[in-house]
Antibody
Framework: QVQLQESGPGLVKPSETLSLTCTVSGGSTSGYSWSWIRQPPGEGLEWIAYIFNTESTNYNPSLKSRVTISVDTSRNQFSLKLTSVTAADTAVYYC???????????WGRGTLVTVSS | DIVMTQSPDSLAVSLGERATIDCKSSQSVLYSSNNKNYLAWYQQKPGQPPKLLIYWASTRESGVPDRFSGSGSGTEFTLTLSSLQAEDVAVYYCQQYYGSPWTFGQGTKVEIK
């Protein structure tokens, strides 16, 4: 069955760029919507960004100026970049299938990213 | 943004009893052209990602026990656990996928009394 796995550094320094990749195994990124969602420790869920194939993206306005989402269909991966991070960006970051007018039906296990010097 | 507000924030229910969680959206998530409510429910256990339980407000995801049910339309929705089991202890979230940014409720923690 299709599985998602996040990867990337667990520690990022303030003002630097957070970069994460989600690998889709057992299926293809083509033809599906993909999103990044985060959850600060002990808090709720916040949708960050969405991509469909390579041509359609959407960002949460609260983060839009700092976020880029991209997809590499040849590798079955999609990625997130968040620039100028602060401690407020410390969270578990999840990749998920879904987004544009569609529920999130498949989630990765999540990866904790801590912003600290 | 569509604001999703859940109530209560937490509840304790005896095993085998009913648990009810409400979710209100700040604007309707019913799409008139297809008469579908763009509302989903998720269950999150400690240390795990959220798991989809219900979509289109009342459609149970494959493999989800039938003790979980969703109801409501427009701006008011309910998740019902008809007979609480020990494995249902979790935080439950509603989420709208009607309009971007797609937003979640603050979560409701369900515990055993």
């Amino acid at each position: 069955q299709v599985q998602l796995q996040e990867s990337g550094p667990g520690l990022v320094k303030p003002s630097e760029t957070l970069s994460l990749t989600c690998t889709v195994s057992g299926g293809s990124t083509s033809g599906y919507s993909w999103s990044w969602i985060r959850q600060p420790p002990g808090e709720g869920l916040e949708w960050i960004a969405y991509i469909f194939n390579t041509e359609s993206t959407n960002y949460n306005p609260s983060l839009k100026s700092r976020v880029t989402i991209s997809v590499d269909t040849s590798r079955n991966q999609f990625s997130l970049k968040l620039t100028s991070v602060t401690a407020a960006d410390t969270a578990v970051y999840y990749c998920a299938r879904g987004g544009e007018n569609h529920y999130f039906d498949l989630w990765g296990r999540g990866t904790l990213v801590t912003v600290s010097s | 943004d569509i604001v999703m507000t859940q109530s209560p924030d937490s509840l304790a229910v005896s095993l085998g009893e009913r648990a009810t969680i409400d979710c209100k959206s700040s604007q309707s998530v019913l799409y008139s052209s297809n008469n579908k409510n763009y509302l989903a429910w998720y269950q999150q256990k400690p240390g795990q990602p959220p798991k989809l339980l219900i979509y289109w407000a009342s459609t149970r995801e494959s493999g989800v026990p039938d003790r979980f049910s969703g109801s409501g339309s427009g701006t008011e929705f309910t998740l019902t656990l008809s007979s609480l089991q020990a494995e249902d202890v979790a935080v439950y979230y509603c989420q709208q996928y009607y309009g971007s940014p797609w937003t979640f409720g603050q979560g409701t923690k369900v515990e055993i009394k």
